[in-house]
Nanobody, 115 residues
Framework: QVQLVESGGGLVQPGGSLTLSCAASGSIFSVLTTGWYRQAPGKQRELVAA???????NYADSVKGRFTISRDNAKNTVSLQMNSLKPEDTAVYYC?????????WGQGTQVTVSS
């Protein structure tokens, strides 16, 4: 079992920045990839960024150059630094951890970009 807890969401003005954190506990050694997903009202959940246990990263085209995913193995956390935020980034952001067989989700954190 893996437990994931997100934090850092909130209200920010367009052009602003936020950092989301995902704290992992449990059988974290089994997690191969950790990702951030988001779901806006009326839309499907989509991948925003992901990082493997080896440090390889990938990003959705819509956030490339603005968002950065990173991991701190000592603290068992994965962070998402979000810069130049746009209203269309408004969504609930979820942390996801994937093992060979299973996928784990956090409870989500709301990010609202509005003036």
């Amino acid at each position: 079992q893996v437990q994931l807890v997100e934090s850092g969401g909130g209200l920010v003005q367009p052009g602003g920045s936020l950092t989301l954190s995902c704290a992992a506990s449990g059988s974290i050694f089994s997690v191969l990839t950790t990702g951030w997903y988001r779901q806006a009202p009326g839309k499907q959940r989509e991948l925003v960024a992901a990082i493997t246990s080896g440090g390889s990263t990938n990003y959705a085209d819509s956030v490339k150059g603005r968002f950065t995913i990173s991991r701190d193995n000592a603290k068992n956390t994965v962070s998402l630094q979000m810069n130049s935020l746009k209203p269309e980034d408004t969504a609930v952001y979820y942390c996801n951890g994937r093992t060979i067989l299973l996928s784990y989700w956090g409870q989500g954190t709301q990010v609202t970009v509005s003036s």
